[in-house]
């Protein structure tokens, strides 16, 4: 008699090995981050780019620290999961930075690669806040939507960069 998946596998895990696998994965994204920031500040050509760029680095350091918090309050030590997804976006921005390199469309192109990354995290988060407030992790909670709303915010500037000129520059200059 042939066993299936389901069956072999004993249903041992919860909503906190999901948030806890979650945690892992966002942690993971946010070193990335760290390490991409600085790489994309240095390619930009303007300065308020240049300038929401390095906002953002000094701002992810921070949500780093958050989520240590957070791991701690589940007595767990923070380490990360690999996360193909924010691989995958991150090394788009990447080839931006190469394909576009000195081309009027730059900005324009690494502030899109840039909110990609920002939606992936605000995705992230909601999640993780909805499952912290299922488990009553009201201190988590409250550490998560500090972060939260701090990506929502990067997301709107990041917008305004876009509507408020890098998006035409890159359009009149290749004209």
Not at 16 to 29: C, N, P, R, S, T
Not at 153 to 163: C, F, I, P, Q, V
Request: charged share 30%; aromatic share 6%; with cysteine.
């Amino acid at each position: 008699m042939a066993t299936t998946k389901k069956a072999a596998k004993p249903a041992t895990k919860g909503l906190e090995d999901l948030f806890l696998d979650g945690l892992k994965d966002i942690y993971y994204a946010e070193k990335k981050i760290l390490k991409a920031l600085p790489k994309m500040a240095k390619g930009a050509e303007s300065e308020e780019v240049r300038t929401a760029f390095e906002k953002h680095r000094m701002e992810t350091e921070g949500q780093v620290d958050r989520l240590e918090e957070v791991f701690e309050l589940f007595g767990k030590q923070a380490r990360g999961k690999t996360c193909p997804a924010i691989d995958g976006i991150i090394e788009e921005g990447s080839d931006i930075l190469e394909e576009y390199e000195g081309a009027p469309a730059l900005d324009a192109g690494l502030v899109a690669a840039a909110q990609a990354v920002e939606h992936y995290e605000i995705a992230r988060y909601g999640t993780l806040i909805a499952w912290a407030e299922q488990m009553g992790k009201s201190d988590v909670v409250t550490l998560l939507k500090a972060t939260l709303k701090e990506e929502v915010a990067t997301d709107e500037a990041l917008s305004g960069l876009g509507e408020g000129g890098v998006n035409q520059r890159a359009l009149q200059e290749a004209a």
